[in-house]
């Protein structure tokens, strides 16, 4: 594609939000006038749909940078080419939200390792997903030795370390692979790269760091003095000796600018140069600012996981710390604000698991069948597939609370909050021989639903007020059982946005700050604000009962926790 050369007779200014999620990259072209949204377009991830480099025996998931690279090329490009013409000459802004903590290690250049010839291959070298928790030991250690020093740092990161976020997984390979250790320069967040990449300035000191993404998952905070100290990184391991030199002391919100689009990449995505680049953020803070979150409201970004994002003023804070939480960390949503995070390791993830244990024979026994002819297999194979989870939909919604008589633990991906532990495990009990496949599901919703609980539980219990609950994501979308479900365990009403985009229109609205048309982002919410498409009410008398199944989930989580899968 072309970049823009001539100027456009059209006086409305667009900007761009790109939203990398697990499976796909997003782009989505915004009006900054009124927040519509002009054309958006989707591309899965090719190495990583395929299967490749990851092993989920042993929660191995990684991503190659070049699924990144391409998915945007093929997502701003696939947009563009919807938009009426004149548009891509009056885009003024770009803005990226990425998974997190989703790091990768890099060389002097800040190239991560997977882009040169001799790691092409090699996950080590690749990024490392945030649902990858090979690095259980390594999260262990940083807990113990945090506990042990004069500052904890894990303090603003809920008081434990997970296995998810970046020093738990850069620890991890630079231990398990000499040659990628070796090669190794620095690391970089996926959210700091990208912006990095297109404004062509990658070397790893130079480059604008995310305070979400630093704040959140590096222990990044200002109290002392930006990331953990030499001495307590070398003591954790000899092997990071020198590393926070070669990393960053300041950081940076997703206001500012990162820097311009460089002449390559313009033509490259049909996109006129010198548009206005900020900095990165991880998806779900991305996601709270679609949202048009405001303080005390609790923002649900509900997808394969979930992460929940509130935001309170730093007078209303004061010096409180949430325990068990995934941080709370200054401008990491809006600047001027503290943002707290929360989250599932699995969510939406759990229904999917189900629907592959059911979908087993469909796919492993019909798939050999000499009855069928193969165009008519395959046919009846996908049907049947696609259809298992709102056909177990349909006969859970049938069941009353009163005969939901199976309990489930949400822990099939460990447990990010309250409290990490991503040693855990799901349980399920109560099962007898007249229960179903529906009544199973129906138990796995609930569980879903009480983790959902058990968050916002924490939250209160600390001292932080949730006046609401805006919800966000594919499931919030797609799932009116699971909506109600969770509206009745919370006793809260949930207003579902109404763009199917909110971490891309987020970012869009930060691409619009920098772009220069908004001077912050409240103002940029709205006027861009998509509003919202539903309302869910809690139903007083199921939340009744619901109380009394929560409280067998609890007992059932500490069973679970002390006696099966404790260290």
């Known amino acids: 594609m072309k970049a823009c050369k001539a100027k456009s007779k059209n006086t409305a200014k667009y900007v761009i939000g790109v939203d990398y999620g697990t499976d796909s990259c997003r782009a989505l072209i915004v009006d900054t006038k009124d927040g519509r949204e002009i054309a958006a377009a989707v591309s899965y991830y090719p190495r990583w749909k395929a299967g490749k ?52 290690l890099v060389d002097k250049n800040g190239t991560p390792l997977a882009l040169l010839p001799e790691f092409a291959e090699n996950p080590n070298a690749m990024f490392i997903l945030w649902k990858d928790h090979t690095a259980i030991k390594e999260a262990g250690e940083i807990n113990d030795l945090a506990r042990q020093s004069k500052i904890d740092y894990t303090a603003y990161e809920g008081g434990i370390y997970s296995s998810e976020w970046a020093w738990s997984k850069v620890l991890h390979i630079l231990r398990n692979d000499e040659k990628v250790r070796k090669a190794t320069y620095s690391w970089m967040e996926h959210c700091d790269w990208m912006p990095a990449l297109v404004t062509g300035q990658t070397k790893p000191e130079k480059v604008l760091r995310s305070r979400c993404a630093a704040g959140h998952k590096a222990m990044w905070n200002e109290a002392w003095g930006g990331l953990p100290p030499e001495e307590f990184l070398v003591k954790l391991d000899p092997l990071l000796k020198g590393m926070r030199d070669r990393l ?35 998806d779900a803070h991305m996601g709270a600012v679609g949202s048009e979150i405001k303080p005390n409201v609790l923002t649900r970004i509900m997808g394969t996981s979930t ?3 509130i935001v309170s003023s730093a007078e209303t804070m004061g010096d409180k710390l949430v325990p068990g939480i995934c941080g709370q960390v200054n401008g990491s949503v809006l600047p001027g604000y503290v943002g707290l995070e929360a989250g599932q390791s699995a969510f939406g993830d759990i229904y999917a698991w189900f629907k592959e244990v059911l979908a087993w024979p469909i796919r492993n026994i019909l798939a050999k069948s000499k009855v069928l002819d193969k165009k008519t297999k395959e046919a009846l194979i996908a049907e049947t597939i696609d259809s298992i989870i709102p056909a177990l939909t349909k006969e859970a919604q049938k069941v009353p609370v009163s005969e939901s008589s199976i309990i489930a633990v949400d822990w099939m991906n460990g447990r990010r909050t309250p ?14 021989l007249g229960s179903s496949a529906p009544l199973i599901f129906r138990a796995l919703v609930e569980a879903t639903a009480f983790g959902s609980k058990a968050i916002v539980d924490r939250f209160i219990e600390q001292g932080v007020k949730i006046d609401s609950i805006i919800a966000i994501g594919g499931i919030s979308q797609k799932s009116p059982f699971v909506m ?9 009403p949930i207003k579902v946005i109404k763009s199917e985009q909110a971490c891309a229109l987020g970012a869009a609205m930060f691409a619009a700050v920098v772009g220069g048309v908004y001077e912050n982002v409240e103002k940029a919410q709205d006027a861009m604000g998509a509003g ?14 619901y109380l ?19 260290k």
């Open 53 to 104: 480099y990851c092993d989920p025996k042993i929660n191995q998931y990684r991503q190659h940078p070049l699924d990144y690279i391409e998915s945007m090329e093929n997502a701003v490009k696939g947009a563009l080419k919807k938009a009426p013409k004149d548009v891509a000459c009056n885009v003024v802004g770009l803005s990226f939200d990425t998974t997190g903590s989703t790091p990768a």
């Open 419 to 432: 409290d990490a532990n991503q040693l855990l495990k799901g349980t399920i009990t109560g099962l007898t």
């Open 484 to 492: 109600q479900t969770l509206s009745d365990v919370l006793n809260m």
């Open 532 to 545: 919202f498409s539903k309302a869910y009410k809690p139903n007083a008398e199921n939340h009744k009962q």
């Open 248 to 282: 960053f002391t300041t950081t940076h919100t997703g206001d500012e600018l990162a820097g311009y689009i460089t002449p390559e990449w313009a033509k490259r995505l049909g996109l006129p140069e010198g548009v206005a680049v900020a900095v990165g953020i991880i």
């Open 548 to 566: 009394e199944i929560y409280k067998k989930y609890q007992a059932l989580g500490k069973f679970t926790e002390e006696k099966i899968f404790n």
């Open 307 to 309: 992460c929940d994002i």
